[in-house]
């Protein structure tokens, strides 16, 4: 046998027994782990460091380093090859960059002071109403969803009115009506109030009724309502109409009218004959 038929040989048998898939002569590539293939401690602690950096404008490299040192991280030996080919090779991984494009538009749509844990609750909203054709309205398990990211606590700034889920801002602006058509309220009330929020779990109508009754600071938008029902009672009383008669009579019957619309309603009252 020759030489020639000994190479013909020897490459024939590393084809066919040395487990090579291809003409190139290198073993079949295993694509690297992605975000989603990691552990869920360590994706979810890598997922929370990027929407923290969103919300504070970037990461420091003390923020990097607390990251590769958490526990997650040090858990999960993927989790820190990951890592690696984001802070050490450049890489820019395919699933981080379409992760912080989420974030990104999810911030733009936030409100000023959005926690980095919000923001995280907010692009799950957003994934949910692109996995869905129908309308987040009529979908009961997004519509609890939303009603769960209007609940948190706003960081950084004090919340208004108009952040509060629909339920809360209207029984606070029943509140604050009813003070001012029936000249104040029994203080149980207020109680009663809070009570409602604490067991329905809304943290951030609780942080807005902090503002006056905790800190003695009273709300813009709570003024603006109040002077709007203040105009409404001075109109009832020049025509002779006792004001909390009338709102005792109009809330009992229009559960379901929020401020401006019973506003209307009590500006337009007749008492019964």
């Known amino acids: 046998m020759n030489d020639s038929e000994h190479e013909l040989r020897d490459d024939a048998t590393l084809r066919d ?49 607390d990251l590769y040192t958490s526990q997650e991280i040090v858990d999960d030996d993927e989790a820190t090859a990951y890592l690696d080919r984001r802070f050490v090779h450049g890489e820019v991984v395919r699933d981080w960059r379409e992760f912080q494009d989420g974030l990104s538009s999810a911030y733009l749509d936030s409100l000023p002071g959005t926690s980095a844990q919000t923001l995280l609750a907010n692009l799950s909203l957003l994934a949910a109403r692109q996995q869905s054709n129908r309308s987040i309205f009529d979908d009961p398990d997004e519509d609890d969803l939303l009603d769960e990211v209007l609940t948190l606590r706003i960081e950084g700034r004090d919340p208004l009115l108009s952040d509060l889920v629909e339920t809360s801002r209207r029984a606070i602006e ?63 009383e020049m025509r002779g109409v006792d004001s909390g008669e009338a709102y ?10 929020d401020a401006a619309e019973l506003l209307a309603l009590l500006d337009q009252f007749e008492p019964r004959r």
């Open 17 to 65: 027994g040395a487990g090579i898939s291809d003409e190139s002569g290198l073993p079949p590539d295993i694509p690297p782990a992605g975000l989603d293939d990691l552990a869920p401690a360590a994706a979810d602690r890598i997922r929370l460091f990027m929407a923290e950096s969103t919300v504070r404008g970037g990461a420091s490299p003390a923020d990097v380093a």
């Open 174 to 236: 029943r509140y604050i009506i009813s003070e001012v058509l029936c000249y104040g309220i029994a203080p149980y009330k207020v109680m009663e109030l809070r009570e409602g929020l604490r067991t329905e779990g809304d943290e951030r109508a609780l942080q807005y009724l902090d503002l006056l009754f905790e800190l003695g600071d009273r709300p813009a938008d709570w003024d603006q309502l109040r002077d709007r029902a203040l105009m409404v009672r001075a109109r009832l």
């Open 248 to 257: 005792g009579q109009l809330d009992a019957g229009n559960s379901n009218a």
